[in-house]
């Protein structure tokens, strides 16, 4: 398989979190978002949408975005399972990642960031207190929904790392460039603190990848 | 089941089409988003992150959000299915669905609107100017991945309502709020009349709901 990533990319750092639980290996090809490279004809091919990331599977099919590869790699390589078995508790799980996916993530997105200052004239401060505002709101909200409930254990759901924890490492990166605080919120920190000591998201960081700079 | 919901809110709107698809009652509890009442703290006990939809259970269970409900649905009573069974093509579906609900839809929300206008200042034109951009360019890279793709038939994925269509149809409703030219996603617009003729996507409109104004 081969991933196209973009080594600060939250949603590429998200599978690469994924393939590693897993136990797969892939080729990673470099796609560096800030030079533009997601709009070149050739990955727009693959990734009309022009993000990261794209996975190619071994047959050559390239599936988009992360949540959607890695609910394929679920079903296609169940070993170890990152949803529990209960439908129910597949939903909380769900439901936290998908808080990060959908309510926190795309707001700070690189090309709504883009969009911001090109196009809404707004000033660089303006921009930090923005993708400040949407974090701080998000784990407001996670940290009470997870440090309420009683699946959290060591991760965010027991004591194995599930798609929750999947996506709230990348996010704890992404608020740590931004400065926030994060002792607002000890839960995730807790959490994050466990999940980062894993080697297959150690692995995963975006200081690990051959495009860090 | 009970189902919290706001009848313009796309992400309710999706819940209540996979709730008739699936043959689903349920009663109806309004959360008037633009008096805040999403914002109380009896909702925000079921709902901490204050989004609409919630769906509550017979056992009394909050679930949210949409799609994390969607798929808890899938599980839980699977009749008629809305993902295909084959591994790569429910990754297709999700990825239509993870597109609109990932890319579009939570940079026009209306908490995401009333912050740029209240807090980074921008004027009611350049917050329109925003909303379509995103629809925008988001449906263009929409209809050139389903224009392209052998599965789409008279729905996203062939001739019966999937995920994706239960997810399109709301932000076509948006689209049209927006006075956005439609007729520059042709595909879009077919699978669009196509949905609505359907029982369940025409139960599902904004305004059959009891708190439509």
């Known amino acids: 398989m081969k991933l196209y990533s973009y080594f600060r990319s939250s949603a590429a750092y998200r599978v690469r979190i994924a393939l590693g639980l897993k136990g797969l290996p892939f080729d990673y090809a ?3 978002l800030v030079k533009k490279e997601q709009q070149a004809p050739g990955y727009r091919k693959l990734n009309p949408d022009a993000l990261v990331p794209t996975l190619v599977d071994d047959a050559g099919h390239a599936l988009t975005p992360s949540l ?3 609910e394929w790699l679920e079903e296609t390589r169940p070993e170890p399972l990152l949803l ?3 439908p129910l508790e597949r939903a909380w799980v769900r439901s936290l990642a998908l808080q990060i996916a959908c309510d926190i993530h795309p707001l700070n997105n690189l ?3 883009r969009f911001l200052v090109k196009e809404m004239g707004l000033a660089e401060a303006q921009k930090l207190a923005w993708q400040r505002h949407w974090v701080e709101s998000g784990f407001a909200a996670l940290e009470q929904r997870l440090a309420g409930d009683p699946h959290t254990g060591a991760f965010c759901f027991g004591d194995a790392p599930t798609l929750a924890d999947v996506t709230l490492v990348p996010q704890m990166y992404n ?3 931004l400065d926030i605080d994060l002792t607002r919120y000890p839960t995730l920190m807790r959490i994050d603190a466990q999940a980062t000591r894993h080697p ?3 692995a995963a ?4 990848q051959p495009d860090a700079s």
């Open 205 to 208: 960081a975006p200081e690990k």
């Open 200 to 202: 297959a998201f150690s």
């Open 84 to 86: 529990p078995r209960a």
């Open 68 to 70: 959607a590869i890695i």
């Open 175 to 177: 608020a740590r460039r």
């Open 30 to 32: 470099p796609v560096h």
């Open 111 to 113: 090309r709504v960031l």
